[in-house]
């Protein structure tokens, strides 16, 4: 059975840092490309940054350019989402997904396994 369980999330000030966590269980990590979405309140899911299985390759969202890293760990089955200069806007329920063999499209349906998401509250 394929897990992922994110982690990391919480109240932050504005310009403040998070670091947040997905440990996947079940699956072949390295054979899967990783992504980070959000969800804000009212708002349809969108997608925040994605890496590629190896060689690895990252891409992003242009509102989160220069702010947030994605990376991943294979070691640990553990893919992260460095978010540094955080904004109100940034609010949101935060979710990783996995992409089998993918090359970290922005496709919400390409994603095979989502987890259960994570809050950010950044206040101002």
């Known amino acids: 059975q394929v897990q992922l369980v994110e982690s990391g999330g919480g109240l932050v000030q504005t310009g403040g840092s998070l670091r947040l966590s997905c440990a996947s269980s079940?699956?072949?990590?390295?054979?899967?490309?990783m992504a980070w979405f959000r969800q804000a309140p009212g708002k349809e899911r969108s997608f925040v940054a994605a890496i590629s299985t190896s060689p690895t390759r990252t891409y992003y969202a242009d509102f989160v350019k220069g702010r947030f890293t994605i990376s991943r760990d294979n070691a640990k089955n553990t893919v992260y989402l460095q978010m540094n200069s955080l904004k109100p806007e940034d609010t949101a329920v935060y979710y990783c997904?996995?992409?089998?063999w993918g090359s970290g499209t922005r496709i919400e349906g390409e994603y095979d396994y989502w987890g259960q998401g994570t809050q950010v509250t950044v206040s101002s």
């Open positions: 997904a996995a992409d089998t």
């Open positions: 079940g699956l072949t990590f390295s054979r899967y490309a």
